[in-house]
């Protein structure tokens, strides 16, 4: 496939804030033509991998379930679905960083013996930024759950979704809610349902 790829020759910091930065890039298309591409990143990024999203299932009542978060996400201005998830810290490696979100944001502890897979580096809005994540599954047999530890801003509420009925519950819980879904979980939720919209 290298005559679809194309090849970064500089990247130009427009503006740095805290947290983001807009870039500049000028790059050569696959034709060999100069042409430029705006783009956000991370400012905080050390490694390969900017933040995780944590598949995690429980088992309650000899049913499995998916642990959602809602919370409120300023740039969409309302409350999204989504797994819990969270951004890579300098002095971890991913698989550590997603046990530590999701015992910050659904009180539940996990062990890396848990972990039952992890994904390669996916791209998450590759045509405005280079930030990614890794998706980590998670099986937690305990149901026990402790209090969760979230930092100062957030406010980060709990569901439990049953993974054979996770479509149907996911859209009723949106509309209840009248908030929206990430991609990465309806995503998911839609591949599990979707033989079922084929005829």
């Not at 679809?4 to 805290?18: C, H, T, V």
């Not at 509309?175 to 591949?191: M, P, W």
Request: net charge negative; charged share 30%.
């Amino acid at each position: 496939m290298s005559h679809l790829r194309g090849s970064i020759k500089k990247i130009d910091e427009a503006l740095s804030l805290k947290w983001i930065k807009l870039n500049k890039i000028t790059y050569i298309d696959c034709k060999g033509n100069e042409r430029f591409w705006e783009s956000a990143s991370r400012t905080t990024k050390k490694g390969d991998t900017d933040g995780v999203d944590i598949l995690a299932t429980v088992k309650k009542d000899g049913r499995n379930y998916l642990i959602v978060v809602v919370q409120y996400r300023v740039p969409v201005d309302n409350l999204v679905i989504e797994f819990p998830a969270g951004l890579v810290d300098n002095d971890e490696d991913f698989i550590n960083s997603a046990i530590r979100e999701l015992k910050e944001e659904t009180g539940y502890r996990a062990t890396t013996d848990k972990v039952l897979l992890t994904s390669p580096i996916l791209p998450l809005e590759c045509g405005m930024s280079c930030a990614n994540a890794r998706m980590v599954v998670i099986d937690l047999e305990e149901t026990i759950c402790e209090e969760q530890e979230l930092e100062g801003s957030e406010n980060i509420d709990v569901f439990y979704l049953p993974m054979d009925n996770l479509f149907n519950e996911l859209e009723e819980l949106r509309k209840k809610l009248n908030c929206v879904v990430s991609i990465q979980l309806y995503t998911f939720a839609l591949g599990l349902n979707f033989n079922k919209f084929l005829k």
